[in-house]
T-cell receptor, first 107, second 114 residues
Framework: GESVGLHLPTLSVQEGDNSIINCAYSNSASDYFIWYKQESGKGPQFIID?????DKRQGQRVTVLLNKTVKHLSLQIAATQPGDSAVYFCAEKNMRFGAGTRLTVKP | NAGVTQTPKFQVLKTGQSMTLQCAQDMNHNSMYWYRQDPGMGLRLIYY???????DKGEVPNGYNVSRLNKREFSLRLESAAPSQTSVYFCASRPDLGVRVEQYFGPGTRLTVT
């Protein structure tokens, strides 16, 4: 069946470094993806989205890259801060979520 | 504007008991969703409602029922709770399809079935 998955369940980075969280999907027809951030004890919150007619989209300190050829997308966080510590999910339009990557930022 | 609200925040049930999880949104969204989140498994869709009066099964509907009471409210019912239903439950809503179609999530209900 169709799936959306992240490559690493955990990622630990030093404060100030850049973080890269990866996600793969199986359905080549998927045309819209969303990244969510979930802090401890809270529901997921929207970070950034990207449509399949784009390769790259930038927000504040975040960039999402989409490679349709290999069905892969990544979330890059620049100058990672302690407040970025959370679980990050990629999701595709039809409400399929990956398992999440827990990002820990070391001071 | 409270967004998506859920009650209760925590609940402990004995096997076989029933309960209803409540969800409401004040953003005038048509679509509403119920997910469960288990450790290491991300969010799995239980049921969703594309509009008032309609409901559809998601990935893991067994053991649950839903009611879309009106545009604001979407409830999830466990008729006979089982330990396998111990999880964190999230309700979400989504605006009509447009430029952005992200979901807005409530704070979750942590349910333990003993």
């Amino acid at each position: 069946g169709e799936s959306v998955g992240l490559h690493l369940p955990t990622l630990s980075v030093q404060e100030g470094d850049n973080s890269i969280i990866n996600c793969a999907y199986s359905n080549s027809a998927s045309d819209y993806f969303i990244w969510y951030k979930q802090e401890s004890g809270k529901g997921p919150q929207f970070i950034i989205d990207i449509r399949s007619n784009m390769d790259k989209r930038q927000g504040q300190r975040v960039t999402v890259l989409l490679n349709k050829t290999v069905k892969h997308l990544s979330l890059q966080i620049a100058a990672t801060q302690p407040g970025d510590s959370a679980v990050y999910f990629c999701a595709e339009k039809n409400m399929r979520f990956g398992a999440g990557t827990r990002l820990t930022v070391k001071p | 504007n409270a967004g998506v609200t859920q009650t209760p925040k925590f609940q402990v049930l004995k096997t076989g008991q029933s309960m209803t999880l409540q969800c409401a949104q004040d953003m005038n969204h048509n679509s509403m969703y119920w997910y469960r989140q288990d450790p290491g498994m991300g969010l799995r869709l239980i049921y969703y409602s594309a509009s008032e009066g309609t409901t559809d099964k998601g990935e893991v509907p067994n053991g649950y029922n839903v009611s879309r009471l009106n545009k604001r409210e979407f409830s999830l019912r466990l008729e006979s709770a089982a330990p396998s239903q111990t999880s964190v439950y999230f309700c979400a809503s989504r605006p009509d399809l447009g430029v952005r179609v992200e979901q807005y999530f409530g704070p979750g209900t942590r349910l333990t079935v003993t």
